[in-house]
């Protein structure tokens, strides 16, 4: 059996299996697989776009993105109690990867300027259902990402962000700006790239969001692709710190 596509570029790990995970309504980070679920992720993304006027409410929902079946790429759905909140994509690419990161078409040039050549994740396409929390959802929709980052021992965490958004993601994610304004096809606001040095500053953020730092038993069941379980106790603490963090969070 080939492997599966999220596992390309992955750091071998001398790990135990995963153990497992019994789903007792908790919030959890499962991928999109099924048809229902890709339904899920295109009606969240549609509803973003024409919410934050990348799309007029009288377009067509776009076609597939051909991205999301690329090498190296994972779509993530936030569900809790068999409802789905949210939704992102987690790319990663490295030297000799055998796609590059969605970002890179609009920011290839502040990709390689400031990157170069090593391994890196990007965070694309985040979305949240209107009636969810947003703040909390984002944060852990983030969750996939950073996880991503310890399996493949990453040097950089990326955005390609609205510039209404840049504030939050400085303040709740500690990202940097690292690019202008840029057009991004397929979408009517300009995009700007942000970062996070995940080798030297994941563990500010881990203080911060304690939950937000993988655990080993979390970066086994990411690389066998299983799903990541939140615990429901952790629930308040992650609201309150987010929204905290964040002032009102209107990412």
């Not at 603490?237 to 009102?248: L, P």
């Given at each position: ?92 690419a490295s ?139 952790d629930a ?13 969070a209107r990412?």
């Open positions: 059996m080939s492997p599966a596509p999220w596992t390309s570029g992955l750091v071998e790990l001398a790990f135990d299996e995963p153990s497992s995970a019994k789903n007792t309504g908790s919030a959890l980070l499962r991928r999109a697989a099924s048809r229902e679920d890709w339904a899920a992720v295109r009606a969240l993304r549609f509803a973003a776009m024409v919410r934050d006027g990348d799309l007029a409410p009288s377009a067509l929902p776009p076609a597939a993105d051909p991205q999301d079946g690329a090498a190296g790429s994972s779509t993530f759905l936030l569900a809790e109690q068999g409802r789905v909140l949210g939704a992102t994509r987690c790319s990663h030297a000799g990867s055998p796609s590059p990161l969605p970002a890179a078409r609009a920011f290839g040039e502040e990709i390689d300027a400031r990157i170069g050549r090593a391994a890196v994740v990007e965070a694309g396409l985040t979305v949240v259902d209107r009636a969810a929390d947003r703040a909390q959802s984002m944060l852990r929709l983030f969750k996939a990402h950073m996880t991503a980052c310890a399996a493949l021992d990453a040097e950089w965490l990326v955005a390609a962000v609205a510039e209404r958004q840049m504030g939050f993601y400085c303040r709740v994610f500690e990202m940097e700006i690292l690019s202008g304004a840029a057009p991004v096809q397929g979408l009517a606001l300009p995009r700007v790239l942000m970062g996070l040095r995940y080798r030297e500053r994941a563990s500010v953020l881990h203080r911060r969001h304690p939950f937000l730092a993988p655990t080993g038993d979390e970066v086994r069941r990411y690389v066998s692709g299983a799903d990541l379980v939140f615990d429901a106790r308040g603490s992650i609201a309150t710190r987010v929204h905290a963090a964040a002032g009102d990412a």
